[in-house]
């Protein structure tokens, strides 16, 4: 089993390191190849907007995203970890989402992977946003395992046991979720068959030539037919 771990906090000590820490070493204890991605450390450009990615899969702009799309093709799941800023996601892993979201999530891409979601905040906000783009959830619809939220004061308190443990439970829960193949739950299935249905319905329509790579994944997938 491979877990790809995407850490989106640019700052290189405190609350987010040692979380990263802990969950890449929870990995490794369960037998599976973890790999780490630092979001602050890659060269990830704004995305501009083009649209090529709909029509052919690919990005036009060429930086660390190639890279870092192929790895995260080539896992079963995903750990994403990152700080609260300004009640919102960082501005290096918004810059990542904006990236993925027409190139990997459209073409429904990451529907069978399942996330992890690991957000810290100083005392208040950005709870739901992080559930949805750290969550992975936004567009890109993978199966979320779940999402952990701490409130950890600014400077970070020294991470404790209660914070360790639920940290660790969570991976394992992750790694069990990816071996079982789980299920969304009824809710989530009747969420994701909307979105899919609203895009089918709205955004496809009349546009092949515009949206040929998605309609094809979709076409393969079945949700067309
Ligand atoms: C630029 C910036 C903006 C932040 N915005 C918020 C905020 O809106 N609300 C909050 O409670 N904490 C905020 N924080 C605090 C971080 O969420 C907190 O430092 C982090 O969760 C702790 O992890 P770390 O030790 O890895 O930095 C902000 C921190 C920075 C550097």
């Not at 000590?13 to 070493?25: H, K, M, P, R, Y």
């Not at 459209?106 to 979601?117: D, Q």
């Not at 949805?132 to 308190?157: E, K």
């Not at 394992?172 to 809710?187: F, G, H, P, Q, Y």
Request: aromatic share 8%.
């Amino acid at each position: 089993m491979k877990i790809l771990v995407i850490n989106g906090n640019p700052k290189k000590s405190g609350f987010i390191a040692d979380a990263t820490e802990l969950v890449v070493n929870r990995l490794s204890v369960q037998g599976v190849e973890a790999s780490l991605v630092m979001l602050g450390d890659a060269r990830i450009q704004d995305c501009v907007g083009c649209f090529q990615c709909l029509k052919t899969g690919n990005c036009a702009i060429k930086d660390d995203m190639d890279d870092i799309v192929s790895k995260m093709l080539q896992t079963d799941g995903y750990v994403m970890i990152s700080a609260v800023r300004n009640s919102d996601v960082t501005a290096c892993y918004k810059r990542f989402y904006e990236r993925i979201t027409y190139r990997l999530g459209f073409p429904l891409l990451l529907e069978n992977k399942h996330t992890l979601a690991i957000s810290a905040v100083g005392y208040m906000g950005g709870k739901s946003v992080n559930r949805r783009l750290l969550g992975l959830q936004d567009v890109c619809n993978t199966s979320l395992s779940g999402h952990l939220h701490f409130a950890v004061g600014i400077p970070a308190r020294p991470m404790d046991h209660k914070i360790r443990a639920r940290i660790t439970s969570a991976v394992d829960r992750l790694v069990e979720d990816i071996r079982t193949r789980k299920d969304r739950s009824i809710a989530r299935k009747a969420s994701y068959a909307l979105d899919r249905f609203v895009l089918k319905r709205f955004v496809f329509r009349s546009r092949e030539d515009v949206y040929a790579n998605v309609l094809r994944h979709w076409k393969d997938k079945g949700y067309l037919s």
